[in-house]
């Protein structure tokens, strides 16, 4: 398998952490390259379900090394936690899962600056975080005032600590909230530090070394395309870049070095917490997409708000991303549908647009133009090849391509690693 980066192409839970999984098969690196454990990838494996928020998806494959790049904000205890969860069905970490010593470390005082903001926001100002500490952290990183794991697993993290912990302490009493105690949460990171140090390691070297020596390596961004602090509806975003040109950024690996793009998209839509929605759906089928789908966030555990595919919402990540090919998700989701809808355009102040507005409050004023399609109201679970699907499952998937412009590659009808179709990839 080439050098591959796996982008969500909608606004998160699309389904990547299932192709992710599927990949891995012959993958012998897989590399988180931003976000933090606000994000949540779910693994199926046979009727076992593994939610992972921090660790690469890859890691139920045991020939795979699994990084966590420097463009990630890593929570040390959420890792500890996590690492022991996968490590007690089994799973061997020892030599498999690194940590790089540039990424950030999100601490308390991130957490709960995180929630006083969104606490304190008035109904139109909520972003919808998850609070766990990751935009403020990010805060830090871009003011120049971050703590990253080499300064965690460093002797003087100590007295660097204190300083920080004594700032932040300060923001948080002007905002209203409880101060922390800085001897105990360094004391509580230092005993972290020593368990996590054995995985600490230079990442940007070690991914460097693996693509030169011809190694099979897979990106695996969290979030999505429109959840990215750049292109995404912005304010309501993640606070780093999701898309194939955080790869670099995030993994330290140069752009010439990667082959191909996979973009990842449900055959229908979703989004969790605030913000513009253009095809969201709040009568009957939306309660349907929700319930037949298990739309609920692997992190939050809030009820996604589920819509029609929205073509222009995939055509722009699909631009933005340069994507190959489509790995198409929960295809049997709609297999109940008499009549499905996709989004092909806006309608906007009398105006017809094909692409994303930046301006947030135009794009809230902006209405869907569908095109109707025939279901097939069959079953779509038990194919295990693309021509077992019913002629007009085939046809909705394909006129997804034609409105896209992008080939399809795998095609999902099902949670479970052989629930998954693959022609191109």
């Not at 006083?116 to 830090?140: L, N, S, W």
Request: aromatic share 6%.
């Amino acid at each position: 398998m080439p050098i591959t980066a796996l982008v969500g192409a909608q606004w998160g839970d699309e389904g990547k952490g299932k192709i992710i999984d599927v990949l891995t098969e012959e993958a012998d690196m897989v590399v988180r390259y931003q976000g933090g454990n606000n994000a949540g990838h779910t693994v199926k494996i046979g009727d076992e379900t593994h939610i992972l928020h921090l660790v690469p998806s890859g890691v139920f494959r045991p020939q795979t090394v699994c990084v966590i790049g420097n463009g990630v904000v890593v929570d040390p205890l959420a890792l500890l936690k996590e690492m022991a969860d996968i490590q007690s069905r089994g799973v061997t970490l020892k030599n498999r899962l690194f940590v790089s010593d540039r990424a950030h470390v999100v601490f308390p005082y991130h957490r709960a600056l995180d929630e006083t903001r969104e606490t304190q926001a008035t109904d139109i100002q909520k972003i919808g975080t998850t609070k766990r500490g990751i935009g403020p952290c990010y805060g830090d990183k871009v003011s120049r005032v971050g703590l990253r794991i080499a300064d965690l697993v460093d002797p003087g993290f100590r007295a660097i600590a204190r300083r920080r912990i004594e700032e932040a302490n300060r923001i948080l009493e002007a905002l209203g909230a409880e101060p922390f105690d800085s001897d105990r949460m360094i004391e509580d990171y230092t005993r972290a530090a020593r368990q996590i140090a054995p995985y600490v390691t230079d990442s940007v070297a070690l991914i460097n070394r693996a693509a030169k020596e011809g190694r099979s390596i897979l990106f695996e961004g969290a979030q999505g395309a429109m959840l990215d602090i750049d292109f995404g509806t912005y304010p309501y975003v993640t606070s780093s870049n999701g898309t194939a040109g955080g790869v670099c950024t995030g993994a330290g690996i140069a752009p010439h070095r990667i082959d191909r793009v996979i973009g990842v998209v449900k055959a229908y839509t979703t989004r969790v917490g605030q913000g513009p929605f253009p095809t969201e759906l709040t009568d009957e089928v939306g309660k349907l997409l929700g319930r037949e789908g298990q739309e609920f966030g692997a992190t939050t555990g809030r009820p996604r708000r589920c819509g029609w595919f929205d073509a222009v919402v995939a055509r722009y990540a699909a631009m933005i991303n340069g994507v190959d090919f489509w790995a198409i998700t929960k295809l049997d989701v709609l297999d109940s549908l008499a009549t499905i809808r996709i989004g092909v355009a806006y309608e906007c102040d009398g105006e017809t647009r094909d692409t994303i507005p930046a301006n947030i409050r135009m794009l809230e004023r902006c209405r869907p133009v569908y095109e109707e399609v025939e279901g097939w109201q069959t079953s779509t679970g038990n194919a295990t090849r693309y021509e077992d699907l019913p002629e007009r499952a085939k046809a909705y998937v394909n006129r997804l391509c034609e409105l896209t412009g992008v080939k399809m590659g795998l095609l999902s009808v099902g949670p479970r690693r052989e629930s998954t179709l693959r022609l191109a990839v």
